[in-house]
């Protein structure tokens, strides 16, 4: 046997206690678990919050929102939407581009819990497989939906979403009541447990995709502002479900932010450091061609990077 | 010089492979999806839209599956369709035998609709075509058999109107009538309340989308007697009556037993 494979989280729960080192985690199942219940109480209490779904929806019977990649495959697909679709797409729209659009999948989606739980595992177990994709791949998914609703006239991407797919299952309750859509959610785990490493989320979703190109100047990141204390530890590496965005924020010497659209500011890197290198919170918005810092010293020559 | 013009080329061709590949793979990738969106683009003969619904490839290209019309249907008439269902996945459908629509005045599915995919522009729950109802049990259907059971007729919401009883002569028993149900495809909306409540084992009149349940003649197809009343005469002029072969009706008393 190998030596063991390191884990990110021992050394931020010995170092910080468990709590904090599950802080962000916490507070991202709990905001997961609140979306669905604005949707389940009515259904469950008879206390109506959010009527419909994901896809589309109505809250408190007066403020609606809608999945603006839906109304893109619509429009694609030569249907203008009512106001009120519109409306709605626009509202969401303009809170992610605002915010930062991949929250929508770390804080929102559910199908984010399913591929925490595949990484997780896959990570205990020390799962080592990993057919290489590209995670510019879900770009050209984005574009085949696009392209695909076009040329058919209907939203494809709707046949084999699992975000709604699984969303709405959960919601209207068919997926205890002997529904099908617990075999795609099955599916996206085994691919991300044995095949690709955050395959789904990290390289095939174009939910993901979309959310991210309209989040690019959000302001919510994560930064190092304590990047000096970095020890090269690689826990926040291993846990990030898309690592190739902390690299800069390490080591750029103009800009401690985690800048990527990529980033789902999931806040695990800040969770999982032992020496608290990272912070998630709120930045003044990123203005072309400016950059930002959260206050990191300058690295200088000799500096880890 | 030549050097950097060389790397220039290299960097050419290789954004020009770069993006061939991005564009072929966007086209693999666009088709495999409209293979997976296909199946869906077909409806179940089963699965009714609600009211107002567009036509089905209208429909697909607007509705957004966010169940807010099934949410609004205060009889739980209207359901998702889940992935192995009869209608694509997450599109709103109901099944008349199991709950038929139940043809709200207001009707709130509709209301509902962000998106369009049910059209505002139907007020009037009568005018709705969720499908039409069609008699296809000749052999079960209890009236045929020469008995009055009419149920489909009483429950209609539109009685007399969408279906009528017609009466016919009963050859079988010859001395009896039958009353035979006859769905007017011109005012059935399509509710399935006929459906739902055939006493039969398997219903005899069912409901089925407007365009599998009606015939349509040809558009150059002129109904003469139709176009006599119009003209208020004979269309040819001077036209011979032939005699029919020698062949002469029995008197009409001969059927009347």
């Known amino acids: 046997m190998s030596a063991t494979v390191r884990r990110p989280g021992p050394a931020a729960i010995r170092e910080k206690g468990w709590f904090l080192a599950h802080r962000w985690l916490l507070a991202r199942r709990a905001a997961q678990l609140g979306f669905l219940l604005l949707f389940l109480s009515g259904p469950l209490f008879g206390v109506w919050i959010a009527k419909g779904t994901l896809s589309s929806s109505l809250t408190l019977g007066v403020l609606p929102l809608s999945d603006p990649l839906m109304t893109v495959q619509s429009l694609a697909a030569r249907h203008l939407p009512e106001a009120t679709g519109l409306l709605g797409a626009v509202l969401v729209l303009a809170a992610y581009a605002a915010s930062r659009g991949r929250l929508y999948c770390s804080w929102v989606c559910p199908v984010n819990v399913v591929t925490d739980a595949a990484a997780a595992l896959r990570r205990r177990l020390g799962i080592r497989a990993n057919m290489a994709l590209s995670r510019r791949l879900r770009l050209l998914v984005l574009a085949a939906v696009v392209l695909a609703s076009a040329a058919t006239g209907v939203l494809v991407w709707e046949a084999v979403n699992p975000v709604t797919l699984l969303h709405r299952a959960l919601v209207f309750g068919t997926l205890t009541a002997g529904g099908l859509a617990w075999t795609v959610v099955a599916a996206i785990f085994l691919f991300d447990l044995a095949v690709t490493a955050r395959g789904w989320c990290g390289h095939l979703c174009p939910v993901g995709a979309f959310y991210g190109q309209i989040g690019r100047w959000g302001t919510v990141a994560v930064s190092a502002p304590q990047r000096e204390r970095c020890d090269h530890c690689k826990d926040c590496y291993l846990v990030c479900p898309e690592p190739h965005v902390i690299t800069p924020a390490l080591t750029d010497a103009a800009s401690d932010i985690i800048e990527s659209p990529d980033c789902t500011a999931c806040g695990r890197c800040v969770d999982v450091c032992p020496q608290s290198v990272f912070v998630l919170g709120i930045h003044p918005p990123r203005l072309a061609g400016t950059r930002r810092t959260a206050g990191a010293a300058p690295l200088h020559q000799g500096d880890p990077t | ?257």
């Open chain 2, 1 to 257: 010089m030549s050097a950097s013009s060389d790397t220039r080329g290299v960097n050419r061709r290789r954004f020009f492979s770069d993006t061939a590949a991005a564009v072929c793979g966007t086209g693999f990738l666009a088709l495999l999806l409209g293979w997976a969106a296909a199946p869906a683009r077909s409806l179940a003969a089963t699965a009714l839209r609600p009211p107002g619904a567009l036509p089905e490839t209208d429909f697909l290209a607007a509705c957004v599956r966010c169940g807010l019309c099934v949410r609004d249907c205060p009889y739980d008439t209207l359901k998702l369709a889940d992935l192995a269902d009869g209608a694509a996945s997450g599109t709103p459908y109901f099944e008349a035998r199991k709950i038929p629509c139940e043809m709200c005045e207001d009707i709130p599915c509709v209301v509902a609709c962000p998106t369009g995919a049910l059209d505002k522009g139907l007020t009037d729950i009568a005018k709705a075509r969720m499908g039409t109802a069609v008699l296809v049990g000749h052999e079960t259907c209890l009236n045929f058999l020469g008995l009055r059971c009419d149920v489909c007729y009483r429950v209609c919401p539109l009685i007399d109107k969408a279906i009528t009883l017609e009466m016919r002569h009963n050859q079988r028993t010859g001395k009896h009538a039958q009353l035979i149900p006859i769905v007017h495809t011109d005012v059935c909306t399509g509710c399935g309340k006929c459906e739902k409540s055939c006493v039969l084992e398997e219903t005899a009149i069912k409901v089925l989308p407007v365009e599998l349940a009606r015939g349509q003649i040809g558009a150059h197809y002129r109904l003469g007697w139709e176009e006599k009343a119009k003209k208020g005469g004979a269309l040819v002029d001077g036209i011979i009556d032939l005699p029919d072969r020698g062949y002469t009706p029995p008197p009409i008393k001969e059927f009347r037993p």
